[in-house]
């Protein structure tokens, strides 16, 4: 449930810049500001707590599972803005792999509400609370799809951690399925797998792709197909994988030959992983 201590100064102090001296703010102003405030203040004095709840931001209302997921979640999509990007109009195409329970599905519509989303997610107790997000909310121009992206077309084994529901590191990837398994609790099931390059038979103008693990088979496949070159820009989250000690470099070398240039944020040497923004330059 988390502590009922006293919020501390420094806390304090990091809400306020995260509130006042972000891309967050910069993007969204004072609503932002507003919302983030009521929602940290609440985290602050129950630090650590795993119990669900509301929240909400922007004029939008989203149920989650588990507080500190949620204010991680927050932090990675509104304050610090991981999937801003500059659309060419008012009405950009927007494919969101890896959505959860939906918080970036939400920061899309909040920067750009005409936009169209089509929203992936493969675990069956987030992609519920992903359809409550949306229908609730009433989202217009989204799509929902509760799928795995992999290779090819068919089933996968999805490993996720049973004692926690819309889990953020479930994963089709086998060696960190077995990391999962090691905190005990671990459940699997068999789940639909998708291709993603069939979704992009027009210009997406931005792709989000979190998939714990599958992001070098899905870009592979995105290559081979030569739907990359319809993505004008896209944000990655990768991981280190045992099965693919070079898929990095390799995704990298291959978005390159595409015309792509890359841009890498961050690395997380404990949870072995990293983001990278590509993008294709205006020709």
């Known amino acids: 449930m988390g502590d ?12 306020i810049r ?28 129950r630090w650590g707590a795993t119990d669900a709840g509301t929240l909400d931001m922007l004029g939008f209302r989203i149920d989650y599972f588990n507080q500190s997921q949620a204010l991680f979640f927050v932090h990675e999509v509104f304050v610090n803005g991981l999937y801003a990007f500059v659309a060419r ?13 939906g918080m970036s599905t939400l920061f899309f519509k909040a920067l750009y509400p005409a936009s169209s989303v089509i929203v992936i997610e493969p675990d069956r107790a987030a992609f519920d609370r992903l359809s ?17 992206l992999g290779e090819v077309d068919g089933t996968t084994m999805l490993y996720r951690d049973g004692s926690d529901p819309g889990c953020l590191i479930a994963t089709t990837t086998r060696s960190r ?40 088979g899905v870009l592979r496949e995105l290559v081979a197909a030569n739907a ?16 693919e000690p070079s898929g990095l470099h390799q995704t990298v070398d291959a978005l390159r030959a595409a ?10 040497q404990a949870a072995r992983a990293g983001v990278f923004r590509a993008w294709r330059p205006p020709s």
Request: proline share 4%; glycine share 8%.
């Open 4 to 15: 009922t201590t006293p919020v501390t100064p420094g806390r304090s102090l990091r809400a």
């Open 18 to 45: 995260s509130a006042f001296r972000s891309e967050g703010f910069r993007l969204f102003g004072m609503r932002f500001a507003r919302d983030y405030l009521r929602f940290a203040w609440r985290a602050a004095w």
């Open 89 to 101: 109009d008012a009405r950009p195409r927007i494919i969101d792999c890896g959505a959860n329970v």
């Open 132 to 148: 409550d997000t949306v229908a609730r909310n009433r989202l217009q121009e989204v799509t929902l799809i509760n799928a795995a």
């Open 177 to 216: 399925g077995e990391t999962i398994q090691g905190r005990g609790g671990t459940s699997s099931e068999q789940v639909p797998a998708i291709r993603l390059s069939p979704l992009i038979s027009e210009p997406v103008d931005f792709l989000k792709l979190d998939v714990e693990g599958a992001e070098y």
């Open 228 to 243: 990359v070159r319809r993505v004008r820009q896209m944000v990655v989250e990768y991981h280190e994988v045992d099965a």
């Open 259 to 268: 015309g792509m240039k890359i841009e890498h944020l961050a690395f997380d």
